[in-house]
């Protein structure tokens, strides 16, 4: 028979045992999370892939950005995202989805910079201005809100030389628009069109439905596939696929 004294003796024992696996289960559950800052490298790091996969032809060009996580994230395994937006390049805040091999496991704000080599006027230019080799020089910019289309170094690989549409400050970053092309084409000419998507491409003989200037946008119909295209010129009787209206 136990005493009435010794179950007394026996209470804080008790309590104290309880009290200290109360704490070592909360520590075991503590140590199975994964530390924020490594759960947001694996989530930028999956981010990463799933573009290089899904738009390798674009990927050097995106920076993917973790700013928020609300998530689990387990510090090893498998860990796969898939992102809100079904079709086109994501820009700026994107929403996603994180997996396991099993089962989802929250999600995630993500903001998906853009970069690209843009041209930069190298002196102040006044309106009308031929823009030769000397003019102008590039530099490697986020173009994520950038205003309008970024005048890229491929609009100068032609023979023909822009203007300059609007007056140029020294260190300007130029916008497709800022550059004056002499007519590329005329509405019913014929005009070969690169199309490039996810590692595929080809080129398609299509008609334009419309003036434009090189850099500039413009809708052509290819007779081939039935469809028309919205392209961006880029020399003479030749552009560039942006999207199939």
């Known amino acids: ?72 994230v387990p510090g090893e395994g498998s860990l796969r995202l898939e992102l809100a937006v079904s079709d086109g390049l994501p820009r700026g805040h994107t929403r996603a989805d994180l997996y396991d091999d099993s089962e989802r496991l929250g999600w995630a704000l993500l903001y998906v910079a853009h970069f690209d080599s843009v041209l930069i006027a190298r002196h102040d230019h006044a309106r ?44 300007d970053a130029l916008r497709a628009s800022d550059l004056a092309w002499p007519t590329a084409v005329d509405t019913g000419d014929a005009i070969r069109v690169r199309y490039a998507r996810r590692g595929f491409a080809l080129v398609l003989d299509a008609q334009a439905r419309e003036r434009g200037a090189v850099g500039e946008t413009i809708r052509v119909h290819a007779r081939a596939t039935g469809a028309t295209y919205r392209v961006r010129l880029t020399a003479p009787g030749e552009a560039d696929w942006l999207e199939t209206l």
């Open 128 to 171: 009308g201005e031929p823009l030769d080799d000397a003019a102008l020089e590039t530099a490697w910019l986020e173009t994520t809100r950038f205003h309008g289309d970024p005048a890229l170094p491929s609009a100068l690989r032609t023979t023909t030389r822009p203007t300059a549409r609007r007056a140029l400050s020294a260190g």
């Open 1 to 72: 028979m136990i005493r009435t004294s010794s179950l007394l003796r026996m209470v804080p024992v008790f309590v104290l045992a309880t009290m200290m696996g109360g704490i070592t289960s909360r520590a075991s559950s503590a140590q199975s999370l994964a530390d924020p800052g490594r759960a947001e490298a694996r989530v930028r790091t999956a981010a990463e892939r799933l573009i290089a996969e899904r738009f390798p032809e674009a990927a050097a060009r995106l920076e993917p950005r973790v700013l928020r996580l609300a998530a689990e």
